[in-house]
């Protein structure tokens, strides 16, 4: 295989996005207590993430991963089965398999670009049958999370980055090869290879998309 | 022989006389008006047949008594799988107005199986790789009470790239694959229920074309079929219907098929702009002012809302004929009445061809004539409505008239745009973009995505488009684009450009002789010529 199609996850393939995957993390705190305030300070979170995101995706990380600071590796990895099955499985687009089952057959391999943290999609990738992948990487140090992602920070052009590199290291034609998105900010992604699609886009990235003949594509 | 003495020969034909009304020529969303060179033929086409006092009473009558089988009530039985068939809104063109003569059919027909007991009814929009209807559109099809009953789950658009939606039925002795929809396959009964606007319309292209997939298609719609089609409009001349009837067969082995089809007339402007298919000597003052008030008025809109002007205003077709039975004797009868509508009779070829290219073609209702769409309707459709020998003589001149914008619609034609800006820069040979790209095309993921799951024309279609121009294109001297608004969009289908007609006219001449046969075809509405 000589091309590859490269897919954002969130928004992309899936309807939810980081924070949902929070949202489900804080309601199932251990405690009460615990998992009231934490879903409590998501939610007045929403605003502060909202305008980051809009600002910056690089700003956007920088502030939400902080909030999963102190949380245990090892039940973000026990809860990444129910999440999948509570959260990500359901909201899996009616078009994302069709479009991956015929990615797949044209002979393309299928790789996921993602800003969502690694140990939460794996289920969600078994679901989804793809194997390669790149996601970012929460920073563990005694079995707690530090709020700091491991680098590179997948977001922006790091995605972009990404792809060239792996392609160059897997001999795949970037000419050839397909990336999905939804966002404005994975804009460097879609530019870096020889067939972007835009998909599920929001206003900016449609517009784009228009301007430079891109097809859209909705998997809703 | 004088300029008015040749115009009483044929009231079809008019010569242009130096007391001739300048000419009215569709020009994209506007309008010519234009002093042809004195001497230039102009053929018009033949006025409406009368429509059928009572259209419903026709089609109750055609299917009970069915030519080549039983009558359908007679196949009818409790508890059969029924699938009901439909053209899509490539016809008729412009759509008409409603009700549409499908939604008269169906109603008739579901009210028969309704009282035979068949419940198990699907309605099925034979789009094949066009674009599938926007529920809207479908609902205008058929009319509110029908949509409402059936829509979405038992009214819905074949899906040619549907995992597990197409089943192989087998093959002609010519290696032909025939690939169906499934639920047409696997029905007892299927009911087709067809609009012949043209005579390449209907016949065993409904089913073997409009429910097959990408596979299937591939075989008759390629550039060597198109080569050795010598007119669509003439089907025992096209290769194209040959290959189609071939796999008829295979249909007809397998399926239980009802045809039923209808024959339209060609009124094709109601009553505010019937001034575009008359003789321009033959206006009358109330026709002028007609004719002043839309040009003043689409002239002050910009062209987006001359698009969407003109694409809402429906056509009054009327039904003419209905027959109903077995393919072939159905599809025969079907041609007569369709030749007797436009059919006209022509002497001699001519070496200069001016035809003005209107708003609309079959794959862009709704949406924009973009340049293949143009070529599409060139050396496609038009230089091919002839029977029996084409009307433009070998080596002469297509002048088209039309602005040729570099304007797509990413929704509707998303693969057009790379073909026509990635591959045509490349190459125009047919062959050689079949050869190096269709495949690419036709399994683009996001293509096939956005044929399924949107409103686009299939990733290969572009493909299909530029076949269909390759007969004219090895016919033709030369095409030349009259108003092209920029150079590039003529340079990259391979044609002239000119500033205007008057131009083109000169390039012509000087390119065929001073003495070169000017014919104008005053469409629309259609006509097919046959020349003797």
């Known amino acids: 295989m000589t091309a590859a199609a490269f897919y954002d996850l969130d928004g992309t393939l899936i309807s939810t996005n980081l924070v949902h995957v929070f949202a489900f993390y804080a309601r199932n705190d251990q405690g009460i207590l615990q998992s009231i305030k934490r879903s409590a300070a998501t939610i007045a979170g929403l605003p502060i993430f909202m305008a980051a995101d809009g600002y910056s995706r690089k700003v956007f990380n920088d502030i939400f991963f902080k909030w999963y600071k102190g949380q245990s590796e090892d039940r973000l990895r026990y809860l990444a089965e129910d999440l999948f099955e509570e959260v990500l499985g359901p909201a899996v687009y009616p078009g994302t398999l069709p479009l991956l089952e015929k990615s797949r057959n044209t002979g393309l391999r299928q790789v996921v670009v993602t800003g969502a943290l690694d140990i939460t999609i794996q289920p969600l990738l078994r679901h989804l049958g793809i194997t390669e992948y790149v996601a970012n990487r929460l920073e563990f140090v005694d079995g707690r999370a530090t709020g700091r992602l491991k680098p590179p920070v997948m977001a922006s052009a790091t995605k972009a980055s990404w792809i060239r590199t792996y392609s160059e290291k897997e001999g795949l034609s970037l000419s050839d090869c397909f990336a999905y998105a939804d966002s404005m900010s994975d804009l460097p992604m879609l530019s870096v290879v020889g067939h972007p699609t835009a998909t599920n886009p929001d206003l900016r990235l449609r517009s784009t998309a228009l301007r430079h003949d891109w097809p859209i594509v909705r998997l809703q | ?532």
């Open chain 2, 1 to 532: 022989m004088s300029p008015v003495l040749r115009r009483k020969l044929d009231p079809g034909t008019v010569y242009i006389g130096t007391d001739s009304a300048p000419r009215l020529i569709h020009y994209g969303e506007d309008f010519w008006e234009e002093d042809l060179p004195v001497g230039t033929r102009v053929i018009y086409p033949k006025p409406p047949i009368q429509g059928l006092p009572n259209p419903r009473g026709a089609i109750r009558h055609a299917i009970n008594h069915p030519l080549g089988c039983d009558p359908l009530h007679a196949q009818l039985s409790p508890g059969m799988k029924v699938t009901i068939a439909v053209d899509d809104i490539s016809l008729p063109l412009p759509p008409m107005i409603t009700p549409d003569t499908r939604q008269t059919a169906l109603e008739v027909v579901l009210e028969l199986l309704e009282d035979h007991g068949v419940d198990d009814i699907h309605i099925v929009v034979a789009n094949s790789l066009h674009r599938k209807m926007t529920e809207p559109e479908m609902r205008r099809m058929v009319g509110a009470e029908i949509h409402d009953a059936f829509y979405p789950d038992r009214y819905y658009c074949h899906d040619a790239e549907e995992p597990d939606g197409i089943v192989y039925l087998g093959k002609t002795e010519q290696s032909e694959h025939v690939r169906i929809n499934r639920r047409a396959v696997e029905s007892d009964l299927v009911i087709y229920i067809n609009i012949n606007l043209v005579p390449m319309d209907g016949g065993h292209k409904s089913v073997t074309v409009g429910l097959c997939d990408y596979r299937s298609l591939t075989h008759h719609h390629d550039p060597q079929t198109i080569r050795d089609s010598h007119g669509y409009m003439d089907p025992p001349a096209s290769e194209l219907n040959h290959k189609c009837v071939r796999m008829g067969a295979i249909v007809d082995e397998h399926m239980n098929v009802f045809h039923i089809e209808t024959v339209l007339n060609n009124r094709m402007y109601h009553d505010q702009l019937d001034f575009l298919g008359k003789n321009e000597d033959d206006f009358s003052e109330l026709d002028r002012m007609k004719l002043r008030a839309t040009r003043w008025s689409t002239g002050k809109m910009p062209r987006a809302a001359k698009r969407a002007f003109f694409h809402n205003l429906p056509s009054p077709y009327e039904l003419i004929a209905c027959y109903a039975g077995k393919t072939d004797p159905v599809h025969e009868k079907t041609l007569e009445r369709c030749f007797d509508q436009y059919a006209i009779k022509v002497k001699g070829q001519c070496d200069i061809l001016i035809v003005g290219v209107p708003y609309i073609s079959p794959y862009n209702v709704n949406s924009i004539l973009n340049p293949l769409l143009v070529q599409v309707m060139g050396p496609g459709y038009f230089f091919n409505l002839f029977r029996g020998k084409p009307l433009l003589r070998k080596g002469g001149v297509l002048i088209l008239c039309h602005p040729c914008y570099d304007e797509f619609d990413a929704e509707i034609h998303p693969s057009y745009i790379e073909f026509f800006h990635r591959l045509l820069p490349e190459t125009r040979d047919a062959f050689t973009l079949r050869e190096k790209y269709e495949e690419e095309f036709a399994t683009n993921p996001s293509y096939i995505q956005m044929y399924r799951q949107g409103t686009a024309y299939h990733g290969a279609h572009p493909f299909f488009m530029w076949y269909w121009g390759e007969n004219g294109r090895q016919h033709v001297g030369k095409i030349i684009a009259a108003g092209a608004e920029n150079q590039h969009v003529p340079e990259l289908l391979g044609w002239d450009r000119a500033e205007t007609l008057a131009e083109a006219i000169a390039n012509a001449r000087s390119y065929m002789g001073r003495s070169a046969e000017i014919t104008m075809l005053h469409l629309p509405p259609i006509m097919i010529p046959e020349v003797e």
